[in-house]
């Protein structure tokens, strides 16, 4: 199992700290995380820092750190400039990208991106379709409902060959089941529980069996709030109110979160691991830097986990 680490993106308890980034992005790589992650929220009142723009920066300043996005909302996007932007981040980080894709859960804000919510499954996957034709090689033509090209090339062409690894985070069965249609791998969102990842998890794996494709082939990965402290009660208080600022809920922190000592999280990583998870994207929201070793300590207990 292999650890990621999200990158601090979402500033609830003060303003954007450029100079935690620095550090963060330094100490993160000397301690031998497999990866940091940004995540997509456009819209909103929490203050959120632009995730293409930010793992632009984590690629200047680091070097051995894979970088990914868990996950940017390719429905809302203009699949040829996102293949665009990819293919740069691609080539920037030295073929470190990982890209995490999903539709989203909230068809509401479709008309603030001059879109409809109206047939957006069917442009989601014909948006990947189109990504992956234009990092495929020459240019040819691709004719879809919704997009339409002659013979427009893209270059540069990624570093990692056809493509970086596509993970499609989803949730409801038939999401589910278009992930293994679509990508090399699948994310379980941080806004779900342990529970709810176990029975997805079953559901991955029919739909795996079913399409006859070998699980070694599509990885299992879950984001995972977390506050390790030994005063539980606080750490709760403080998860609350991040949520409630970034989802606007803040009692689904106690519904999924794992907080509490080092004991505690670890046990609850475990149960998360033990269900499939091949790589946690462990999501702290405060105390990011103090984080960054209390971890490594409590995934210590863990087995096998590696880079």
């Not at 293409?52 to 894979?66: E, I, K, Q």
């Not at 985070?169 to 999401?175: K, L, S």
């Not at 207990?301 to 590696?306: E, F, Q, S």
Request: proline share 6%; aromatic share 8%.
């Amino acid at each position: 199992m292999k650890l990621g680490i999200a990158i601090p993106q979402i500033f609830v308890e003060g303003p954007v700290n450029v100079p935690l980034l620095r550090r963060f992005f330094a100490r993160a790589e000397s301690l031998g995380y497999h990866s940091a992650w940004v995540q997509e929220q456009t819209l909103g009142t929490a203050v959120t820092l632009d995730p293409l723009t930010l793992l632009g920066y984590a690629s200047a300043l680091t070097d051995t750190l894979r970088l990914g996005s868990a996950v940017l909302l390719a429905g809302l996007r203009d699949p040829v400039h996102l293949a665009k932007s990819l293919a740069t981040l691609d080539r920037l980080s030295g073929g470190r990208l990982l890209v995490g894709v999903g539709l989203g859960g909230n068809p509401r804000i479709y008309p603030a991106f001059g879109l409809t919510a109206d047939r957006r499954v069917r442009r989601f996957t014909e948006s990947v379709a189109l990504m992956k034709h234009l990092w495929a090689g020459p240019a040819a033509p691709f004719q879809g409902e919704f997009f339409t090209l002659d013979r427009g090339s893209l270059e540069p062409k990624p570093l990692q060959h056809p493509h970086p690894p596509i993970w499609v985070g989803a949730h409801h069965p038939a999401a589910l089941r278009r992930a293994i249609r679509l990508g090399d791998g699948w994310i379980g969102a941080g806004s779900s529980s342990t529970a709810d990842f176990k029975t997805d998890v079953q559901i991955v794996r029919r739909g795996l069996a079913e399409a006859k494709r070998e699980p070694s082939t599509f990885a299992v990965a879950k984001r995972v709030y977390i506050a390790v402290d030994e005063n539980r009660a606080r750490a709760e208080a403080r998860l609350m109110r991040c949520f409630g600022v970034y989802y606007g809920d803040a009692e689904r922190a106690k519904r999924v979160a794992v907080y509490g000592d080092e004991r505690e999280c670890g046990e609850k990583l475990n149960e998360i691991a033990s269900a499939g998870a091949e790589l946690l994207i462990l999501n702290p929201l405060f105390d990011e830097m103090e984080h960054l070793d209390r971890l490594l300590r409590v995934t210590s207990r863990l087995p096998a986990v590696g880079p």
